[in-house]
């Protein structure tokens, strides 16, 4: 019987708009380097689809649980999970929109303008503990783009263990956009979580460190293992049961057409790999490897998830 994974936090319709180095500014007019685009985004749709496509073949089944608006948006997430093959769970409202993100794409990084919508009024209450106990392991990401999770969510994950012991945890806060990053809320939830998937710039801010061997450090005082990506110089992790830190470059490539989905690509990749591993400790670097090759392939294409990767792809690319 194939493994089943759920995934929960944001969905957002994205308006891609492909920048050239400079970003636009106030009183200024900026052509797109290519046509405008509206796709499917948010990080834990972008996970949930990457996951579902590397997992092809597996007879794994992925879950996405999330809030969207009774609104025309909405056929945009449902087409995605057609698409990429998981299964949508969606909480969807009636007088609240799906929640909307500009993304202004430049070569090197990007700029994002959001409307939260629906985003701002999922809870825990919405989630069902046995549903969720299901599965073998659950992945929250776009955390901080959903506070109705924030401070109820330990409960959350105290009931689902209570239905499924043997269950792991995931967590990618991603970006916190009031730029507070340290509560103390955060560190009870890391204190449940077995893998923390941050990049370079979250882990330092949430740690209040300078350095992603200190934060490593620090974050593993609460989780079990974190992994944080580092973008073109790939990812460094620590287990809270060992003083090593281990070190997986990043595959070089041509061109980087999009940074946006990147960490997200990374996470299903490792993800996918972990699991597959029968989350083996000693599989660590092998599996960071597998996603840091996911994480390259997925900025030579434009949109996060509009180029769903195959596990035979990531393969090549990892065997170079």
């Known amino acids: 019987m ?7 936090g944001d969905a957002f319709v994205d308006i891609l708009v492909p920048v050239g180095k400079e970003m636009p500014t106030f009183g200024s007019d900026t052509l797109a380097r290519s046509a405008i685009q509206q796709t499917c985004g948010g990080s834990s749709c972008n996970t949930a689809s990457q996951l579902a496509s590397l997992s092809q073949g597996l007879g794994w089944k992925v879950q996405f649980f ?3 608006g009774n609104d025309g948006w909405k056929e945009v997430i449902q087409k995605q999970s057609q698409r990429a093959g998981f299964s949508l769970h969606p909480i969807i409202f009636d007088e609240i929109k799906t929640g909307v993100c500009v993304v202004l794409s430049g070569s090197q990084d990007r700029g994002f303008v959001t409307y939260n919508g629906a985003m701002e009024h999922f809870r825990t209450e919405h989630l069902d503990p ?17 506070p109705g999770l924030w401070k109820s969510l330990p409960e959350l994950l105290i009931s689902v263990r209570k239905e499924n012991p043997d269950i792991t945890f995931s967590l990618d806060t991603n970006y916190d956009a009031t730029s507070t990053w340290q ?4 560190l009870e939830i890391l204190k449940m ?5 941050p990049n370079d710039t979250e882990a330092l801010s949430i740690s209040g460190t300078e350095s992603v061997e200190a934060a490593l450090n620090w974050l593993t005082n609460y989780c079990k293992l974190a ?5 073109k110089d790939g990812a460094k992790a620590k287990f809270s049961s060992k003083k090593d830190i281990y070190i997986v470059g990043s595959p070089s490539v041509a061109e980087v057409v999009d940074a946006c989905g990147a960490g997200d690509a990374f996470n299903a990749a490792f993800l996918k790999a972990w699991l597959e591993n029968g989350k083996d400790s000693s599989k660590l ?6 996603a840091t090759c996911a994480g390259s392939l997925a900025i030579q294409s434009f949109g996060a998830a509009e180029k769903l990767l195959l ?8 065997s170079k």
């Open 2 to 8: 194939g493994k089943r994974i759920a995934v929960v």
């Open 66 to 68: 999330t809030a969207i």
């Open 130 to 146: 046995k549903e969720l106990a299901k599965a073998e392991h659950i992945h929250f990401g776009g955390f901080f783009n959903i």
């Open 183 to 186: 509560y103390d809320w955060l």
């Open 193 to 197: 979580i077995d893998i923390f998937l």
């Open 227 to 231: 992994i944080v990506t580092i973008g």
């Open 285 to 290: 670097v092998s599996c960071m490897e597998y």
């Open 311 to 318: 596990d035979s792809d990531v393969n090549v690319l990892s």
